[in-house]
């Protein structure tokens, strides 16, 4: 497997993000090994909550959430997926699989930094891997948090705006990464903040992961990961583990999956569900500090 690695003064003027990376080795699936980056803040001691981003974004979509987690005493650790942020960057768009992302994030969670009494934070593709995670080694999570994300298995149909977005950011002849995140926003972004998501992107020989990612997502029955996430499902929808369903009220991509995770999850029983006011897809943007002190109550319980 071919890969390329993002240039580190690529990351020298990304604002608000003063985290220092760290990396580890994992087998790339075909015979070779990757190089996968992750930040993380707080008392080594404390019980790990793991934040995984999406598509396109990397770990820096949750620098507004990881100071009011640490302050309440949390181990936070966000790793950047494969194709995106400071991790390696296949080179094909082929060498991208939902189970080689599954794969490559269970090596890094617990094979390399062996996680346990897990809070997963999963958004976007972040809970695509993260619940297949929390479903396949239940005996590694804690408590669960869902935000504007989804475990899809190709039986219900993708909003048309999702469609329109998986067109246009695998058929553009250059990817702008700032202005993809900027459009699930309801927020301005700064011109800053912007080049930070476009940071891990020098040209287009980088943007595999990016252009790949949402023609991974099942859309049929008979996708290649449509079984293990239905799977997946069954195995969440009787699980104890508690989940938090904490979802923006202006996300039409994954808006309807919040009804069915708080009906469908026995975790989510009995707890009460925020839903954030004023926020697109991309809620850590939006309104992290809000969703950051939702978690932090759903911990406090």
Known sequence: MQTLRTPDERFDDVPDFPYAPRYCE?????????RVAWVQDGPEDADPILMLHG?????????????????????????????FGRSDKPTRREDHSYARHVEWMRAVAFDVLDLRDVTLVGQDWGGLIGLRLAAE????????????????????????????????ITTAPELNIGWFVQGGCRRQ?????????????????HCAGPRAMPGLVPTSPDDPAAAANK???????????????????????????????????????????????????????????ELARHIVEFLRR
């Open 55 to 83: 598509e396109p974004s990397w770990s820096y979509l949750y620098r507004k959430m990881m100071p009011i987690l640490v302050a309440a005493g949390h181990r936070v650790v966000c790793p950047d997926l494969v194709g």
């Open 231 to 289: 799977a997946a499902w069954a195995r969440l929808s009787v699980s104890p583990t508690p989940m938090l369903v904490a979802f923006s009220d202006g996300d039409p991509i994954t808006g309807p999956m919040a009804a069915i995770f708080q009906r469908e999850m026995r975790g989510a029983q009995g707890i009460e569900h925020p839903t954030i006011r004023g926020a697109g897809h991309f809620l850590q943007e939006d309104a992290g500090e």
């Open 189 to 205: 972004l700064s011109d800053e903040v912007r080049a930070g998501y476009d940071a891990p992107f020098p040209d287009d020989a």
């Open 26 to 34: 994992i087998p790339d699936g075909d015979g070779g090994t990757l």
């Open 137 to 168: 080694h239940p005996e590694r999570f804690a408590r669960l948090v869902v935000a504007n994300t989804g475990l899809p298995n190709g039986e219900q149909p993708m909003a048309d705006v999702w469609w329109r977005f998986r067109e246009a």
